[in-house]
């Protein structure tokens, strides 16, 4: 038997010791993840801005629409990449953070992606995965790009039509609040595809890292619930019955 | 109380680190390379993934310990400061080389736990292995706060003035009050002995003759033996002198018995104070008595006293009966109220009589 008097001063120290060390390493990974980010805006910014040019000028031959496969797979790496939302000790998932919904004033931001209430020529309405241009605030309106430029021209939509997509991922070990439970109604974005559909949730996610497990299961007849999208960062397969 | 509560309740986090290989390939691959050789942007991705995975364990490593730490700051308040000083002066050299290793286990990066499904991720089971961690909180015991006893005290200290009398008491009185019957021997007074002068200076004579013998040993003298015999018939004569022309008073006191009783009913009733040359002896010397030394009197008073309180303390206990019994029948007439009845006959003349037994009880008691 040990008969050790551990002092609570010194637990005391011993704890802030080893609360120092987490916090530094904490600083310098968020300080890389920074960094990342950084890049990446740059390249996106690089990307918007060859893509306003490209539109604008008539004189350049009409841009290759993207192979649909490519398309795909940019999409899929770009949902997977979505940063992970670590929050410091204390602090809540901001808006758009999985499931968490954005602030009622928020205005999307040139290049942002949206799921964007379209009406077809036939007359059904379809939820497409879109890109913001630029938003109208006498009219409130969005101008949004189908992210699938193959023939599907610019569309103007009111705010009420446009829902922004998350922007990060909520990491189901620390934030599981944010995270949309299941049964829960949401928009999915259909794989292989750029169209939104309702649909219920299976699981959630339970790891961060690349065993998204989120499958999301058919249902019909279920009341409208449009206010609820399907974050984006998550992995869907559909699984049918 | 057990030891656990003494302990604040922490719990034992396993964090285990990381395997940078496993997990985080690119990371790892990535760090080994010189400065020169840079990061493709293609790889950008998979190091944002596996830099997030990083950050997340030790954002939860991070909260656990702020966890634990605000169990411990709280904990500490709770005990107070006693506590603390009393543990500050422990010597603990074995603590700190404890924690030395324990930091390098905790060095690695904490990692995913085992997938215990969504959301509950935080708190890990507490090994057995690391019962001295936890419980190696002073095993002392904690000074109590010292417990006000004052008031405790107090009424012990006042209860035998006011408890009530016992029978045993009564007769402790009884027994003192009872004339004493072999007072004649206290009544003899015994034969003068030596007048005290006298006696001193023979026990002086003795002491010095005493002296002398010792010296004579010592000296080994011959003249000794005769001083001494010498000096013991002049001591004698000289006492027998002196006898004769003193002429000592009685050893007692010049009044008799009877002056001596008088006079000490006097004394006690305050009319005389008591005379320092005259000693009057104690009649009632018992040593019963402890220290009381009271006189038949005042005795007898105590004991009348005694009757009386205790006549009044039975009255009493009959006063407390019959109180209850005014409330059971208060209480039955209630009830039946209640019940939207008019009381019978027969609860009036419950009620009547216990109220009328009461009141004289209390006259009784007044009287």
């Keep these: 038997s040990i008969a050790v008097i551990e002092t609570n001063p010194r637990k005391l120290r011993a704890l802030m010791l080893l609360m120092e060390a987490a916090e530094r390493e904490c600083v310098i990974l968020r300080h890389a993840l920074d960094k990342i980010a950084e890049i ?23 841009r290759k629409t993207m192979r649909r496969g490519v398309l795909m797979t940019l999409l899929q790496q770009s949902a997977m990449t979505l940063p992970l939302w670590i929050g410091k000790p204390g602090e809540s998932p901001p808006p758009l953070c999985g499931a968490t919904p954005a602030s009622s004033d928020y205005v999307a931001k040139q290049g942002d992606k949206v799921a964007a209430r379209v009406k077809s020529v036939e007359g059904d309405e379809q939820w497409i995965l879109a890109e913001v241009v630029s938003y109208n605030h006498s009219t409130n ?30 990491n189901p070990e620390t934030d599981p609040e944010a995270l949309f439970s299941k049964d ?58 | 109380m057990s030891e656990l509560k003494d302990c604040p309740p922490l719990k034992y986090y396993d964090f285990k680190p990381v395997e940078h290989v496993k997990v985080c390939p690119r990371y790892t691959a990535v760090l080994g390379r010189s400065e020169d050789d840079g990061i493709g942007i293609e790889e950008l991705d998979t190091l944002q ?33 006693k506590r603390f ?62 417990k006000n006893d004052a008031p405790n005290r107090f009424w012990a200290s006042v209860e035998p003035y006011c408890a009530d009398i016992t029978n045993e008491e009564v007769r402790l009185l009884e027994e003192l009050l009872k004339p004493p019957e072999d007072e004649a021997d206290y009544f003899k007074i015994p034969a003068l002995g030596k007048h005290y002068s006298q006696r001193w200076a023979q026990e002086d ?16 003298s011959v003249m000794g033996g005769p001083l001494s015999e ?14 004769s022309q003193h002429e000592s008073p009685e050893d007692g006191c010049p009044f008799g018995p009877l002056t001596q009783r008088l006079l000490q009913a006097l004394v006690e009733e305050n009319i005389i104070s008591p005379m ?60 039946a109220r209640q019940k939207k009845r008019t009381p019978t006959k027969k609860e009036k003349d419950q009620a009547w009589k216990a109220l009328k037994e009461r009141e004289s009880i209390l006259k009784l008691l007044d009287g």
């Design chain 2, 49 to 81: 993934l596996e830099l997030e995975t990083l950050l997340s364990s030790a954002t939860r490593r991070l909260r656990a310990l702020e966890e634990q730490r605000q169990i411990l700051t709280d904990w500490q308040d709770k005990k107070g400061d």
């Design chain 2, 205 to 220: 004579l003795l002491e010095e003759q005493r002296e002398g013998a010792r010296a004579n040993d010592k000296k080994k």
């Design chain 2, 85 to 146: 000083l009393k543990l500050g002066k422990d010597p603990d050299p074995a603590a700190s080389s404890r924690h030395k290793p324990k930091k390098q286990k905790l060095d690695g990066k904490g990692g995913h736990g085992p997938g215990q499904g969504p959301g509950r991720p935080k708190t890990k089971n507490l090994q057995p292995k690391v019962q001295e961690y936890e419980f190696t909180d002073d095993p002392q015991d904690i000074p109590r706060n010292p």
């Design chain 1, 40 to 62: 990446k805006s740059l390249l996106e910014e690089r990307r918007i801005a060859a893509k306003m040019a490209g539109v604008y000028s008539d004189s350049d031959p009409p």
């Design chain 1, 141 to 170: 309106k969005y101008e949004v790009d189908d992210i699938d430029e193959e023939g599907k021209e610019r569309h103007m939509l009111s705010r009420r039509r446009i829902i922004p997509l998350p922007q990060w991922k909520a």
């Design chain 2, 276 to 335: 320092e040359d005259s000693p009057i002896p104690d009649i009632s010397g018992k040593d019963a008595n402890d220290g009381a030394g009271t006189s038949p009197r005042s005795q007898g008073k105590a004991f009348r006293l005694a009757k009386e309180e205790m006549r009044k303390q039975e009255l009493r206990q009959r006063v407390r009966v019959s109180d209850n019994e005014v409330m059971e029948a208060f209480r039955r007439i209630m009830a």
């Design chain 2, 230 to 243: 010498l000096d013991a018939k002049d001591v004698d004569s000289l006492l027998k002198k002196s006898e």
């Design chain 1, 184 to 241: 829960q109604l949401v928009l999915a974005l259909y794989p292989q595809t750029t169209c939104f559909y309702r649909a219920l949730i299976h699981t959630p996610p339970h790891r961060v890292r690349f065993y998204f497990d989120r499958r999301v299961c058919d249902g019909s007849n279920i009341p409208q619930s449009v206010n609820v999208a399907a974050p984006r960062g998550k992995k869907q397969t559909w699984r049918k019955r």
